[in-house]
């Protein structure tokens, strides 16, 4: 059973993840209207993720008896003024998203909610992977600089980009 202040941490970071999903639409949206259909591809594969990882705590909510409270969703930004502009943005909201997970596991920890500590640490993996995903694609944007053939590379390599959700369990099945 999720106490109040759990329960309204855990709304919270519904919203946050939703917004995340949101946020990847918009850059999806810009990279496809800029011609990088590789990178819009990435960023709805984001999206995907993002989407996944919101439908999560909205099940761990309903499945702790919980209430799920949904919020307004923030308008996420629009344009961009390159793709390293957005790919610096994705590893600053990244990294916000980071420092929200460790915030929701330090409160399950002070509220003594085992489960929900047990349940965020799948977020604490993911964000590791998230944070390092960006910095790789930083870094190579970063080598290719005002090449446009190198940032031709780079949309081919990021066209590849597939969404697999995870496998379920046999134990979340149950």
Do not use: C
């Not at 999560?56 to 499945?63: R, S």
Request: hydrophobic fraction near 40%; charged fraction near 25%.
């Amino acid at each position: 059973m999720l106490s109040e202040k759990m329960q309204e941490a855990l709304n919270t970071q519904l919203n946050k993840e939703t917004y995340s999903a949101y946020l990847y639409m918009s850059m999806s949206a810009y990279s496809t209207y800029i011609g990088l259909k590789g990178f819009a591809n990435w960023f709805m594969v984001q999206y995907q993720e993002e989407m996944m990882h919101a439908m999560k705590i909205y099940d761990y909510i309903n499945d702790q008896g919980g209430q799920v409270k949904l919020m307004a969703i923030e308008r996420p930004l629009a344009e961009f003024k390159s793709p390293m502009d957005m790919f610096e943005k994705t590893l600053e909201h990244e990294k916000f998203i980071t420092r929200s997970i460790n915030e929701l596991v330090d409160l399950a920890i002070a509220e003594k909610d085992h489960a929900t500590n047990i349940f965020l640490q799948w977020y604490v993996t993911e964000q590791i992977e998230e944070e390092g995903n960006d910095n790789e694609i930083i870094s190579k944007l970063k080598l290719v600089g005002e090449d446009g053939n190198g940032l031709l590379m780079i949309d081919k390599e990021l066209a590849m980009r597939v969404f697999t959700p995870p496998a379920t369990s046999e134990a979340s099945q149950a």
